[in-house]
């Protein structure tokens, strides 16, 4: 994992790094796919300088569900930039999942 | 190892019998006769620090190492490196096991914060589950502990439990024997109303504090379709990781032998049937304070040095060196047999660690030392702070155990004042095999110690109280007095002797003069028996002749009858 150094994200600050997602989904369940979507368009908006995604099934990569110490489902790993946040549930939640992502909220959305 | 045939159980039938799945738990199969149920959840609830993890990875170790059945350890309550240097020091090595496929470790911790953003399940447990037990082909699992999971994902335990059932039936559609951890709510075996899922097998354990030294138990809360014991057992972490004392169920076959050891005390060895008593049994020493116990221990130990044999010596009231000056006093050379390397201390204070420790402690030693005789000197300091049943089923289990190694053991115990002496406060008297009982005795302003053998399994032994004295020339037993006043010791002892002696002389003198006496008496009788005899003698000879005399008239007066006859009668010679 590349790590840019002297990098201090904070609040309301736009992060300096692209972002970067690992999504942990079970198969191809209508309630994984609608995560998905939601975490897509979700990210299109906000994030308009682009990031990455990446979906893990967890029945295609049992290993790595181990390695990552994964139970729930669906799972989201903001790997960078730093800190690592961890991300439960199918994103309704949109202000939280903003939040955590390392955006501001708006409180009119 | 304990199988479920080794324990004797009239009411079962073999036929009947559940399969079982040894835990290899020191105790524990004889408890459950055999194990945990085969193929089902095993819930195993206690307190925080109640060994419950241990006891789960106890299970699966046991299995892959001796069963040939793999297992996985799904565990949320620490990383896995930490578990894994936490079980090192039990011998127990992870890294090997999981090289060698018989382990699979899947350990986190669940400290970490997750943002939760919508509705999720928890198919990935089960995801982790299968895929672990589908890459060593496991036999055994367990889950650590239903607790941290819950307290992960606090605000759907619906969820949670919905999530476990699942993963339940499908440990059992595989047929796959789970220990289950989970911490014991207040009114219900555990929490989170899990407990009416895992009912086929309920181990409760336990972590009181009793008087601040900490004693750990076990209890077996059910088995559905198996008989078990229903008690309370006390068991300790000792080297090997879960120990449970089942003193009820202690198996009783140790080999005996037949050889005398010599207890280092002439007077002693003449009370137990001349010959000491035997390599391997134990031995009690109980007595009130200032009786000599420590003594007769360090003469044990002194006596099996002198043969070339390896001692320890646990002492919880002095040191080392405490003990070494004081029985030079009375001659013993302990400082001399621990320098020619045949005599080890190990002291400590009773309060320093709990019962269960102290046990764990003495046992590596015996293993380190590997002696023929051990002395504990006083076992009675050990309950300090622990309740008797504790103390008496712990060391139930360490006679058991040196017994079972052929170890002579020699234990002390003091009787507090005013209790009855013939009674050990630890209920350990019945399991010894010698018990020897120091006393003191008051007399004449004097107060002298005394032993007797209470009891001697196996061996004919002395009756008698003899008092046992200590001098710098070393310690010996000499028989007290008995007389018509009772038992004297001590310089009422020596002066009852000297007047027995003085006795003796005139006894002596006069028993000449009876005989005397007597000789005189059986003179005089010899002579009337004599005079007798003579008076007999006549009147023997004047009877016979008398009897001549009359049958020579009888014949007379016939001759003169027939003549009579002949002349009266034609035919006389007819008639009778």
């Known amino acids: 994992m590349s790590v840019s150094a002297g990098v201090q994200p904070g609040e309301g600050e736009p992060a300096p790094v692209r972002l970067q997602l690992a999504l942990f989904i079970s198969g191809a369940s209508p309630a994984s796919s609608r995560a998905v979507r939601r975490l897509r368009d979700l990210c299109d908006r906000h994030f308009p300088d682009g990031y990455d995604l990446e979906i893990v099934d967890i029945y295609q990569q049992p290993e790595v569900v181990v390695s990552?110490?994964?139970?729930?489902?669906?799972?989201?790993?903001?790997?960078?930039?730093?800190?690592?946040?961890?991300?439960?549930?199918?994103?309704?939640?949109?202000?939280?999942?903003?939040?955590?992502?390392?955006?501001?909220?708006?409180?009119?959305? | 190892m304990v199988t479920s045939n080794d324990v004797h159980d009239p009411g079962d039938r073999s036929g009947l019998e559940l399969p079982k799945s040894p835990t290899g738990i020191t105790g524990f199969d004889e408890v459950s006769k055999g194990g945990l149920p085969t193929g089902r959840p095993t819930l195993v609830s206690g307190p925080p620090g109640a060994g419950k993890s241990l006891f789960a990875l106890q299970f699966l170790v046991y299995g892959a190492t001796r069963c040939a059945e793999p297992g996985v350890f799904l565990s949320f309550e620490g990383s896995r490196d930490k578990l894994a240097s936490d079980v090192r020091g039990l011998g127990i090595d992870l890294d090997a096991l999981e090289q060698e496929g018989r382990l699979l470790v899947d350990a986190q911790s669940m400290a970490r914060e997750a943002v939760a953003t919508g509705e999720f399940n928890l198919e990935a447990l089960m995801v982790r589950m299968a895929f672990a037990v589908d890459k060593i082909g496991a036999k055994r699992v367990a889950i650590d502990s239903l607790e941290s999971l819950f307290a992960a994902f606090s605000s759907r335990p619906a969820l949670v439990r919905s999530e476990l059932l699942r993963l339940f039936s499908w440990l059992e559609d595989r047929?796959?024997?789970?220990?289950?951890?989970?911490?014991?709510?207040?009114?219900?075996?555990?929490?989170?109303?899990?407990?009416?899922?895992?009912?086929?097998?309920?181990?409760?354990?336990?972590?009181?504090?009793?008087?601040?030294?900490?004693?750990?138990?076990?209890?077996i809360l059910k088995y559905r379709g198996s008989t078990h014991g229903r008690n309370e057992y006390p068991f300790l972490i000792g080297p090997d990781g879960l120990e449970v004392l089942p003193i009820t169920s202690l198996g009783l076959y140790q080999r005996v032998n037949s050889e005398r050891l010599s207890t280092g005390i002439t007077g002693l060895d003449e009370m137990l049937g001349g010959l000491g008593v035997f390599r391997g049994s134990s031995v009690l020493v109980s007595g009130t304070s200032g009786t000599g116990k420590t003594t007769i221990g360090a003469s044990f130990a002194s006596a099996a040095c002198q043969r070339g044999e390896r001692v320890l010596f646990f002492s919880f009231e002095e040191s080392q060196w405490e003990i070494m000056r004081n029985m030079a006093s009375v001659s013993l050379d302990l400082a001399g047999w621990v320098d020619r390397g045949l005599l080890y201390f190990h002291c400590e204070r009773p309060t320093t660690q709990g019962l269960e420790d102290h046990l764990a402690t003495m046992r590596r030693l015996v293993e380190q030392v590997a002696p023929t005789l051990v002395v504990i000197d006083p076992v009675s300091s050990l309950s300090r702070g622990t309740s008797r049943g504790d103390v008496s089923a712990m060391l139930t289990r360490q006679i058991y155990y040196l017994k079972s190694a052929g170890i002579t053991a020699v234990m002390t115990s003091l009787t507090e004042g005013g209790n009855d002496l013939e009674h050990t406060e630890l209920s350990i008297s019945s399991l010894v095999d010698t018990w020897l009982l120091a006393i003191t005795m008051q007399t004449s302003g004097e107060r002298n110690r005394g032993l007797y053998v209470l009891k001697s399994r196996g061996m004919a032994h002395s009756n008698q109280i003899r008092e046992f004295l200590l001098s710098s020339e070393g310690v010996s037993l000499v028989p007290v007095y008995m007389g018509p006043d009772g038992v004297l010791t001590g310089s009422a002892r020596a002066a009852a002797e000297a007047a027995e002696a003085d006795l003796g002389l005139g006894a002596e003198q006069e028993s000449s003069q009876l005989s005397e006496a007597m000789e005189l008496r059986r003179k005089a009788v010899q002579t009337r028996v004599a005079s007798m005899w003579a008076d007999f003698e006549a009147e023997e000879a004047l009877t016979a002749r008398q009897i001549t005399s009359s049958k020579k008239r009888e014949q007379v007066l016939r001759a003169a009858r027939l003549e009579q006859g002949r002349q009266r009668s034609v035919k006389p010679e007819d008639r009778p």
């Open chain 2, 175 to 219: 047929g796959l024997t789970a220990v289950i951890t989970g911490e014991r709510a207040e009114d219900t075996l555990i929490r989170h109303g899990m407990e009416e899922f895992l009912s086929d097998c309920v181990v409760l354990l336990d972590h009181r504090v009793v008087e601040e030294v900490a004693t750990r138990r076990l209890r």
């Open chain 1, 68 to 109: 990552r110490g994964v139970l729930a489902v669906p799972t989201l790993f903001k790997e960078l930039p730093l800190p690592v946040r961890v991300l439960i549930g199918d994103f309704t939640d949109e202000s939280r999942v903003l939040a955590a992502l390392g955006l501001p909220t708006s409180t009119d959305s």
